[in-house]
């Protein structure tokens, strides 16, 4: 596996994403962190963005100046669906345990994303890939009314909206090829304890994959005829893991968007992508791991995952 310049070949197959960008707030046993930039859509955007272009549709609030800009400044990422209106701009705060296995969400402030209508800019209508980050499903679902014939849409979700809005969630399932969720999330969505039946009665809710993130331990992958596993890299030193499943959605999709069409093989190696860049995401707080990425960074780690993971046959 390579990381493409501009993609392979001389098409270069964006990504459209619809999420949250925001203003997070967070402590771990490491240290803390107050209203710095954040937000799924970020999170996948700049991740992404490593791999092909993306296309960002979002709001903020007038309180997200140009220095919280500046994070998207520079990178293959479009800002024409990102609106600017006034009000305040999305919030969370989150409090991690001492293990950082487990978080607890302290607040959710939807702010501007409570009035937020996605208006698809028409250059992005045609994108073939979709990525739908974490926010209200009913707005997901906007999105896709608004897309023509996508060639491979994915979803994530999260316990926020499997509670809130289980009906708008239900209808935006049928409507996707791949789901990415956290394990607790998908027994939670499932109804089941058990991860594989879980992940059964979620491919029996629309999405033909479901790719389920087990934090420190790894990355499940159920497609129609089995399973694919990746372990997490283990590493010394973790600071924070928000947006680790942002990033890790980031990589998947900006890797199959980068290569253009979604074989087995693939997304196998998608799998692998979104796993290494995770792994830069949990180093520092907040943006900070995934902001300090260079592809020399994410080939070394490309690297460490083969090892980590290759045997010879018995
Ligand atoms: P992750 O750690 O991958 O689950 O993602 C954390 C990010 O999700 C943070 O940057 C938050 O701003 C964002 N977030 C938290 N709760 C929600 C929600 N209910 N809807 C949309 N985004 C959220």
């Not at 203003?23 to 107050?34: L, R, V």
């Amino acid at each position: 596996m390579d990381l493409p310049p501009g993609g392979y070949g001389f098409i270069v197959h964006s990504i459209l994403t619809v999420g949250s960008v925001a203003f997070d707030s967070i402590k771990t046993p490491m240290g803390e962190a107050s209203r710095v930039v954040g937000g799924a859509a970020t999170y996948f955007s700049i991740a992404a963005s490593l791999f092909t272009d993306v296309r960002l549709v979002a709001v903020v609030g007038d309180d997200f100046g140009k220095d919280q800009m500046d994070v998207f400044a520079g990178r293959r990422i479009d800002l024409k669906g990102l609106q600017s209106v006034p009000g305040e701009t999305f919030r969370w705060k989150g409090e991690y345990s001492a293990d950082l296995n487990t978080r607890e969400t302290i607040y959710t402030h939807l702010n501007v994303f409570d009035q937020f209508r996605p208006a698809i800019p028409e250059s992005y209508r045609e994108s073939p890939f979709v990525f739908l980050a974490n926010i209200h499903p009913a707005l997901q679902g906007e999105v896709l009314d608004q897309v023509k014939a996508p060639r491979f849409v994915a979803a994530d979700t999260m316990n926020y909206w499997i509670e809130g809005t289980p009906k708008e969630l239900r209808a935006v399932l049928r409507r996707i090829d791949a789901l990415v969720i956290n394990d607790e999330e998908a027994r939670q969505l499932s109804g089941e304890a058990n991860i594989v039946k879980a992940a059964r009665v979620i491919q029996g809710m629309g999405p033909r994959l479901l790719v389920i993130k087990r934090g420190e331990y790894g990355v499940l992958l159920t497609r129609e005829n089995g399973f694919f596993a990746v372990p997490g890299m283990p590493l010394e030193d973790v600071a924070d893991p928000t947006g680790a499943g942002d990033t890790f959605a980031g990589g998947f999709m900006g890797y199959l968007a980068s290569v253009g069409e979604v074989t087995e093989a693939v997304v196998t190696q998608a799998v692998i992508a979104g796993s290494a860049l995770a792994s830069f995401a949990v180093a520092g707080f907040g943006l900070d791991g995934l902001l300090r990425l260079t592809p020399d960074t994410v080939r070394a780690r490309l690297a460490e995952f083969k090892q980590l993971t290759f045997f010879e046959d018995l």
